[in-house]
């Protein structure tokens, strides 16, 4: 007989929102430090998975949007943690982006003595940090793990997700390159069109010197305001030399 969750996934993924209340309560929000985003979204919702959708190979994006977050809940005195699937995190440059490393969680799932898969142990860290709680913010990196083996996650592993932040006062934000979580993410964004700003002099390549990076961001999916329609915002980024 099929469990109740599965019953309840399976429900919402053929009619999202059919098994939740009719009003939504206003969410409190954690501030990016992306002014586009921020002026649209108020920030990323505590109490929701939210995923963040970033094409393959878009690193600077990815990194981006993740360092600045953790500066943001860090100066607020917010524990974050981040649960980092590829073992990529570069916590020197995170640090000369003004996030404070003394309030952050680096869960490294690289290690090939592991009995568990790369992804099984995001997966098994994540519920941990989840079920126990304390953290402003909870960010799971899967930016670089291919399509086909996250297409791969049951939808009932998300909807439990989902369920167990809503009572929490925690952001948890999955970065992936492929929508998965489907209707169990209250937010959903997506990020592309990566566009280099260069200085010096353009006959010179070694004499050119990067400025910012623009970025398109798109809100595609949210249960946070209704009705909502796909929303398109661009922002730049300025490379910190740590």
């Not at 600077?60 to 607020?76: D, E, I, P």
Request: hydrophobic residues 45%; charged residues 20%; proline residues 5%.
């Amino acid at each position: 007989m099929a469990s109740i969750a599965v019953i309840r996934a399976q429900i919402e993924h053929r009619l999202p929102g059919a098994l939740r209340a009719s009003g939504h309560a206003a969410r409190e929000t954690f501030p990016t430090g992306i002014a586009a985003l921020d002026r649209q979204m108020g920030g990323i919702p505590q109490s929701v998975l939210t995923q963040i959708c970033i094409p393959g190979g878009m690193v600077s994006g990815k990194t981006t949007m993740l360092v600045s977050l953790m500066a943001q809940l860090t100066r607020r005195e917010h524990f974050c943690a981040l649960v980092d699937v590829s073992d990529c995190f570069d916590p020197v440059s995170a640090e000369a982006a003004g996030a404070d490393l003394s309030r952050v969680l680096w869960v490294r799932c690289g290690d090939k003595k592991h009995k568990l898969k790369p992804l099984e142990q995001a997966f098994r860290a994540a519920d941990i940090l989840v079920q126990n709680g304390g953290f402003g913010l909870i960010a799971v990196d899967l930016g670089n793990i291919e399509e086909r083996h996250i297409r791969k996650i049951p939808l009932t592993t998300w909807f439990r997700f989902a369920r167990v932040v809503e009572k929490m006062p925690t952001a948890l934000v999955f970065l992936t390159t492929y929508p998965a979580a489907q209707s169990c993410a209250g937010l959903t964004l997506h990020m592309a069109g990566v566009e280099p700003c260069w200085a010096g002099s353009g006959t010179v390549p070694h004499a050119q010197s990067l400025v910012e990076m623009k970025f398109e961001l798109e809100v595609r999916r949210t249960q946070l305001r209704k009705p909502m329609q796909s929303v398109r915002q661009k922002f730049a980024a300025a490379p910190v030399w740590a």
